[in-house]
């Protein structure tokens, strides 16, 4: 790159005021995810019975219990740190997976063509065709549940645009000039989608799993708040939302602090996969 496309290209990766705020959350969540066990005050499960639906601070509240506790005396600041924790690892790895499975599948797609590419691209029409939510729903209901299940189940969620993706960015790079140089020069098909052409395509798949992140993040608080997803006595975003419905007149505190961290953290992760894809997309020109 020479020195005279350097000052061009900084102003295109400067933050505006609200993406730089959506990416402090983004790493303030990390932060607490990573850190839960010891700036947590209490363990999530510890009960006090004398000091059920206490209030937060502000509302008549005390220090001992900052954001309240719920109907079994439980301390909502801890459980809202462990419960970030449980969603956003439920999330990453949900999308880690739907990633790797989608991307795997359109490349085998793009690669293999004909039979394979045809059977392929009908599990995709078919998976875009069903609301997910109804087939985890029916698969929870039939096999129980499980952490291990759970996530599985939630990282299939969307994998089909990783494959849909993956295959047009494959078919279009097959053509391009390094990829004809490499099989001109005896790559086997491996070394050549694996080591060439996937490196190539890995910033649209980066910018599809943050925006593909969101999502997930509402899967999981969707299932859990229906009961079918992280049960107790673990915590999660969706289970703390779902278990202050009821309670909503009495001890707003309990559902409106959970809702309010997803609220946040989707919002910032689709503000800034937005603002990802916009600097990584080669047609888009400041």
């Known amino acids: 790159m020479s020195a005279a496309t350097l000052p061009a290209a900084a102003p295109r990766w400067r933050m505006p005021?609200?993406?730089?705020?959506?990416l402090g959350w983004i790493l303030l969540m990390v932060a607490v995810?990573?850190?839960?066990?010891?700036?947590?005050?209490?363990?999530?499960?510890?009960?006090?019975?004398?000091?059920?639906?206490q209030p937060p601070l502000g509302w008549g509240g005390t220090w001992a219990y900052p954001l309240g506790t719920d109907a079994i005396g439980r301390d909502m600041l801890s459980r809202l740190i462990y419960g970030i924790r449980f969603s956003i690892l439920i999330a990453v790895l949900g999308t880690l997976i739907g990633a790797v499975v989608g991307t795997a599948l359109g490349i085998v797609a793009a690669a293999r063509r004909g039979w394979v590419e045809e059977g392929i691209m009908m599990m995709v029409d078919v998976q875009?065709?069903?609301p997910f939510i109804i087939l985890a729903l029916a698969v929870l209901a039939f096999f129980g549940n499980s952490f291990v299940l759970f996530v599985i189940i939630v990282g299939l969620d969307g994998w089909e645009r990783y494959a849909r993706l993956a295959?047009?960015?494959?078919?279009?790079?097959?053509?391009?000039?390094?990829?004809?140089?490499?099989?001109t020069l005896g790559a086997g098909p491996v070394r050549t989608y694996a080591g060439h052409i996937l490196p190539n395509i890995a910033s649209a798949l980066v910018v599809q799993m943050t925006l593909n992140f969101p999502g997930t993040i509402l899967l999981e608080t969707s299932l859990s708040f229906l009961g079918l997803g992280i049960q107790p006595p673990l915590t999660s975003l969706g289970l703390l939302l779902g278990s202050g419905r009821s309670l909503l007149?009495?001890?707003?505190?309990?559902?409106?602090l959970?809702?309010?961290?997803?609220f946040?953290?989707?919002?910032s992760m689709s503000l800034f996969g937005d603002w990802l894809r916009d600097r990584?997309?080669?047609?888009?020109a400041d």
Do not use: C
């Open 167 to 183: 295959r047009g960015l494959v078919l279009s790079a097959q053509e391009s000039g390094y990829a004809v140089a490499i099989r």
């Open 33 to 53: 995810a990573i850190l839960a066990d010891l700036i947590s005050p209490t363990h999530y499960a510890t009960q006090n019975l004398r000091a059920r639906l």
């Open 280 to 284: 990584l997309d080669p047609m888009l």
């Open 264 to 267: 946040l953290t989707t919002l």
């Open 128 to 130: 875009a065709a069903i």
């Open 258 to 262: 959970p809702g309010l961290v997803i």
């Open 249 to 256: 007149l009495n001890a707003w505190w309990i559902a409106v």
């Open 17 to 22: 005021p609200a993406i730089v705020l959506a």
